[in-house]
């Protein structure tokens, strides 16, 4: 057996047996909320959840020298109990204080990232920490609450306390893959695929900060896309299978493998690649250099370990992965888009060992996307 990686001199991810053992201390609920649970645990992620209150903001900010609370007192507009639930209005902007709670230790930070179906229900969100100027990441040693930043932009929806719309996982030195370790990863255990068939390294493309390229996949699929509608019923956000698909979505065709978005709409589309993810890793999306597209993309971009990984009874690898799912939207002008575009980046991080359930197995509700093909968010049907 292999030591853990940070013993080796490399950073890591934790994983689901090492996060487990940090609920109640490093990780903690706030005053008056439900203990951290196990079943929030993900491979090497952890859900967050909604707490009781929200804020409507007149407008969003960077945590800086004033306190976020300083920050609510003078940009706060409205006050909502989320007990019940509360509509959150299409194109506003709110702040909620979180269930959870952090004490690092020096040698731990965190990240931060939407779960899944926030990213694929069009909910831009963003972590926020006292005393630190970035989003979505909490600084080595952190002890304080934590805030999210919450703004529907496609559908108002209604949100209740308790509902999970971000995860956090907790990082210990540098775990990201270099380029040159990322192709040795590679020509080891092959991570993208064309159908069935395996790409060679010398087929996928490597960027300079130790990415793959994946590419968006219009052809072969019936429809190609789907778009938010532009009027849409209330959505309920953790109500799974609530929805009728058609109430909220516009299919997108593209029979000659291409087709134009519009300034402005939500697209979800699917990667040409299929992709898996070694158990001892996991893998975030990344945007592309906005050079080549006026496109926003990947809300939710983090992949636990097993995301499209399969193996037989003896653990032996089948070779096959999973496509990955694209959230994008154009920013100022109508934008052409063509079947096998380069549309984001796959970064791949070490994690300290396999965890014990891989992602898609075992108790928790992480399997719904990893036999997914253009799959939509958990609450909609059809």
């Not at 909604?50 to 020298?65: D, E, I, Y």
């Not at 690092?104 to 990232?113: I, T, V």
Request: net charge neutral; glycine share 10%.
């Amino acid at each position: 057996m292999q030591p853990p990686h940070h013993a080796r001199g490399d950073g890591a991810l934790l994983v689901d047996t090492e996060l487990e053992s940090l609920l109640g201390s490093a990780i903690h609920a706030a005053r008056d909320a439900p203990p951290v649970g196990p079943a929030q645990v993900q491979p090497a992620s952890l859900d967050l959840r909604l707490g009781a209150r929200a804020f409507r903001m007149r407008a969003g900010f960077l945590p800086g020298s004033a306190s976020i609370a300083e920050r609510v007192e003078h940009l706060a507009d409205a006050a909502l109990s989320l007990d019940a639930g509360a509509r959150f209005e299409r194109g506003a902007v709110y702040l909620v204080e979180l269930e959870e709670r952090l004490a690092l230790p020096p040698e731990l930070r965190a990240r931060f990232n939407p779960r899944s179906s926030t990213g694929r229900c069009d909910l831009f969100t963003r972590v926020l920490c006292d005393g630190h100027p970035r989003f979505d990441e909490a600084p080595p040693g952190y002890r304080g609450r934590l805030w999210m930043e919450v703004a529907p932009l496609s559908f108002p929806t209604v949100l209740r306390r308790g509902d999970r719309l971000g995860q956090l996982r907790l990082v210990r030195g540098v775990a990201a893959l270099s380029t040159a370790q990322l192709r040795e990863l590679y020509e080891r255990v092959p991570l993208c695929f064309d159908g069935e068939r395996a790409l060679s390294a010398d087929e996928v493309r490597f960027d300079e900060e130790g990415g793959i390229e994946l590419r968006v996949g219009l052809s072969g699929r019936e429809p190609s896309g789907w778009r938010a509608a532009l009027e849409t019923p209330l959505l309920r956000f953790g109500a799974e299978g609530a929805h009728e698909r058609d109430d909220f979505w516009d299919p997108v065709h593209a029979p000659s493998g291409r087709c134009v978005l519009d300034p402005g709409s939500f697209y979800i589309f699917a990667s040409r690649e299929r992709l898996r993810v070694p158990p001892e890793y996991a893998a975030e999306m990344l945007p592309v250099d906005v050079g080549i597209g006026e496109l926003r993309n990947n809300y939710a971009g983090f992949f636990d370990n097993g995301f499209g990984w399969r193996e037989t009874a003896a653990g032996v690898p089948v070779e096959r992965g999973t496509p990955a799912v694209l959230e994008v939207r154009a920013h100022d002008v109508p934008f052409l888009v063509e079947d096998g575009q380069v549309f984001c980046r796959l970064k791949f991080f070490r994690t300290n060992g396999r965890p014990r359930r891989l992602y898609g197995r075992g108790r928790g509700d992480g399997g719904s996307y990893q036999e997914q093909g253009l799959t939509l968010a958990r609450a909609f049907r059809g």
